[in-house]
């Protein structure tokens, strides 16, 4: 099996297309998949010399396998690290990077704004292991500057965050964490690699929910986690001996899911700021917040670290004789073209209600914190005509001023 040989000064959106591609002796276009859990051995001593596991040898599919490899390199190129770890879903992916990183008595800094699995990790989790964990809100400077004047061993956080699209400012946060000491996981999923580039600022891992963008259409699980070879020589053992191992085939998927990357996520932010601006100018709406618009309380900051607004966006109803819950479920049970889903990134519209389903086991005062209430929706927009989208949205949101 011989690696692509491609030019070294290649533009990301060709990596993306090319990166990482093994061919076999058949010289396939599209890459192959290799369906296998297992590899042979043409002599007992072949087999000896693969376990010593440098890693120029197949010897099994839970420690690495020829398709996810390709996935693993075309990754880790577009993103910029030299390594990339693929998992079977992104909070496989969360799991491995916090725990293959930590120990009892270590201690972690979380912002808590986070999706709720990777808060129940952070939090409940992490201090069933013995580990001291200290949650503050990511977007004040100066709570970073307290949590993080004693040593640290790790901290996380999500960027913007699900799902009310707050914002931690990493120039500031990366380098007050590696001088307590501490490595920095960041969880890219909603800016996406193609908008937001956490290692330009100095971090060390960062985690992605590849079932959301990079799959982008719907059809698979798989998590992804990049790092340099020092957190990998950490991680390595852990992944291999844990086996949160990605199916060859979603590995597949995945690759063809990166090679329109670029081109979807530009296309759905451009939608999702037409989407927003009328959005915000609804009577029914009460608030909306997207990277991309002006009234985000923290724009001047997602300008300086994203390049485009996403295809997230965060819209308040306003309640209807009180029932703000019930405002918002009348507006999502008339959509026709957006789906009631609780996935983001695919090309098709969804839209979900984080207080009754990807949040629901906070309690009022913890949603209330994170400021997810009764009638906040989360709307994860597509690659149907922006047009459509925003008459799909009008239909309900006009039917409660009528």
């Known amino acids: 099996m011989a690696m692509s040989d491609l030019p070294d000064d290649l533009n990301p959106a060709t990596l993306l297309v090319h990166g990482g591609t093994r061919r076999s ?13 297992g590899f042979v051995y043409g002599s007992a001593e072949a087999a000896e010399a693969a376990f010593v596991n440098d890693g120029s040898r197949f010897v099994y599919s839970r420690f690495r396998n020829p398709t996810v490899a390709m996935f693993e390199d075309r990754l880790a190129q577009y993103e910029g690290y030299p390594r990339c770890f693929a998992t079977a879903s992104g909070m496989a992916a969360v799991h491995a ?8 008595g270590d201690r972690l800094v979380a912002s808590r704004a ?11 989790l992490a201090k069933r292991f013995g580990i001291e964990s200290v949650i503050i809100d990511g977007t004040k400077n100066e709570e970073w500057e307290k949590a993080l004047s004693v040593p640290t061993n790790l901290v996380f956080l999500e960027t913007p965050s699900n799902p009310c699209l707050e914002v931690v400012d990493l120039e500031h946060v990366v380098p007050l964490a590696h001088k307590a000491g ?3 996981v960041v969880d890219n999923v909603f800016a996406t690699p193609v908008l937001q580039k956490p290692r330009q600022y100095g971090v060390d891992v960062v985690v992605y929910s590849a079932t959301k963008h990079i799959d982008g259409q719907g059809r698979c699980l798989g998590g992804a986690i990049l790092c340099d070879d020092e ?13 949160p191992a990605l199916s060859p085939f979603n590995a597949w998927t995945l690759l063809k899911g990166l090679e329109t990357l670029e081109l979807r996520v530009k296309a759905q932010s451009a939608s999702a700021l037409k989407v927003a601006t009328f959005l915000e100018n609804h009577p029914a709406v009460e608030r909306v917040l997207y990277a991309g618009l002006e009234s985000h309380p923290q724009y001047a900051l997602l300008k300086r670290q994203m390049k485009a607004g996403s295809n997230l966006i965060c819209l308040h109803i306003k309640p209807v004789n009180g029932d703000a819950k019930q405002a918002a479920f ?5 959509l026709r073209i ?10 098709k519209t969804l839209a979900t209600h984080p207080a009754t389903t990807t949040h629901q086991r906070l309690s009022v005062e913890e949603k209330a914190i994170l400021g997810i209430g009764p009638g906040t929706i989360r709307v994860s927009v597509g690659l149907e005509d922006a047009d459509d989208i925003i008459a799909d949205f009008k239909r309900g949101l006009d039917s409660l001023i009528a």
Not at 338 to 347: F, P, Q, R, T, V
């Open 25 to 37: 002796q058949f010289e396939e276009t599209s890459e192959a998949i290799y369906l296998t859990s």
């Open 97 to 104: 990077a916090v725990f293959g990183l930590l120990k009892a």
């Open 114 to 124: 986070l999706f709720g699995s990777c808060l129940y990790i952070v939090s409940d």
């Open 182 to 184: 501490a490595k920095v």
């Open 231 to 243: 957190v990998a020589a950490t991680l390595a053992p852990f992944l291999r001996h844990t086996g």
């Open 330 to 334: 009348t507006v999502l049970n008339n």
């Open 338 to 347: 957006a789906k009631i889903s609780n996935n983001l990134g695919d090309s």
